[in-house]
Nanobody, 126 residues
Framework: VQLVESGGGSAPAGGSLRVSCTAS????????MGWFRHDGALQREGVAS???????RYADSVKGRFTISRDSAKNTLYLQMNNLTPEDTAMYYC?????????????????????WGQGTQVTVSS
């Protein structure tokens, strides 16, 4: 499975950005998928996750501001980010869990994800 992120960039505080992740080489509709971010400190943080049935989970820090969605016809995962703050500045990665036990997806824990994109930078200015 190959994952390619796009759509990162810069935005002012209070602004919006949408990042996308296009997958190739697998069965997109069956995957557990997630967005993670890393600002250079500590470990990668789970931001949002979505199951094959559309069930979602969000980190408390982004609830009500970010929306994860998937389009199986386009093999693409999205993260719509609204009301951005400087604390959202980070490299954003999409990830896939190609095999998982029923009931364990969505998940914000990075370890079980077995495919990762290269990341796209999001910078929010104050």
């Amino acid at each position: 499975v190959q994952l390619v992120e796009s759509g990162g960039g810069s935005a002012p505080a209070g602004g919006s950005l949408r990042v996308s992740c296009t997958a190739s080489g697998g069965s997109f509709s069956t995957y557990c998928m997630g967005w993670f971010r890393h600002d250079g400190a500590l470990q990668r943080e789970g931001v949002a996750s979505i199951g094959s049935d559309g069930t979602t989970r969000y980190a408390d820090s982004v609830k009500g501001r970010f929306t994860i969605s998937r389009d199986s016809a386009k093999n693409t995962l999205y993260l719509q980010m609204n009301n951005l703050t400087p604390e959202d500045t980070a490299m954003y990665y999409c990830a896939v869990r190609s095999h998982y036990i029923l009931g364990t997806c969505p998940s914000l824990t990075p370890i079980p994800y077995n495919y990762w994109g290269q990341g796209t930078q999001v910078t929010v200015s104050s």
